[in-house]
């Protein structure tokens, strides 16, 4: 049986009160869920992680082992996300965003396979750390992308209502964006999770995610 209060509210037209407060809380036990498995991610990976950097340096040295990129997030703060550098120096030497294309010659060959395991986004757990990012969420984009995007897109800034993630919904389901149809099917899978979102979608996203440690479509 309901408790007097909780009828008393959804009778008065309280139901979308209720909601909201339990989204709110849903959301503090997801942060809690980012910061534990993340830190947990990261000591179990931190082997992996190891290897990869000393691969990179040992292949291009002229260069860093962690590639750094301006991102937007969440409510369009702008943060630095944190990538395994898998490109050559100077791989955007023109000054603008190129996506990353089948058999793109910028990448250090010996990186190839930290592509299709997507081991390249393991030192994003860092930014979910620092509380920027979370385990489960849209894809954070450039801002000079993310304006491009929002132009041809108007419900495109919706994105922003939630933290970034590192895996998602688009990312499993959609693959790689290249053209605008596949932009909009991908925000399409974005706006879903952002309106269903529940601990049993993340934990099944985090679940399917494993698949794509061998990812034959990865650039």
């Given at each position: 049986m309901p408790e007097p209060i909780t009828v008393v509210m959804v009778g008065a037209g309280g139901g979308s009160v209720l909601l909201e407060i339990a989204r709110r809380q849903f959301r503090i036990f997801k942060e809690m869920i980012d910061l534990l498995g993340a830190g947990v991610c990261l000591l179990v990976f931190a082997p992996v992680m190891l290897l990869c950097a000393i691969l990179i340096k040992v292949s291009d040295p002229s260069g860093p082992v962690l590639y750094e990129q301006v991102r937007v997030g969440l409510n369009g703060?702008?943060?630095?996300?944190?990538?395994?550098?898998?490109?050559?120096?100077?791989?955007?030497?023109?000054?603008r965003a190129i996506r990353a294309g089948e058999d793109d010659p910028r990448v250090i060959p010996v990186c190839?396979?930290?592509?299709?395991?997507?081991l390249d986004e393991l030192p994003q757990l860092i930014n979910i750390l620092r509380g920027e990012m979370s385990l489960v969420g849209p894809r954070?984009?450039?801002?000079?992308?993310?304006?491009?995007?929002?132009r041809a897109l108007p419900?495109?800034?919706?994105?922003?209502?939630?933290?970034?993630?590192?895996?998602?919904?688009?990312?499993?389901?959609?693959?790689?964006?290249?053209?605008?149809?596949?932009?909009?099917?991908?925000?399409?899978?974005d706006l879903a999770y952002?309106?269903?979102?529940?601990?049993?979608?993340?934990?099944?996203?985090?679940?399917?995610t494993l698949s794509k440690f061998h990812d034959s479509g990865a650039r």
């Open positions: 703060q702008l943060f630095t996300i944190y990538k395994l550098r898998t490109m050559y120096m100077d791989a955007e030497k023109h000054g190839r396979w930290m592509r299709r395991g997507h954070p984009e450039r801002p000079e992308l993310f304006e491009d995007l929002s419900k495109f800034e919706r994105r922003l209502a939630v933290k970034p993630g590192l895996t998602g919904l688009a990312q499993i389901y959609n693959g790689y964006d290249t053209d605008i149809d596949s932009v909009r099917r991908k925000l399409d899978y952002i309106d269903r979102m529940s601990l049993g979608l993340d934990c099944k996203l985090l679940f399917a």
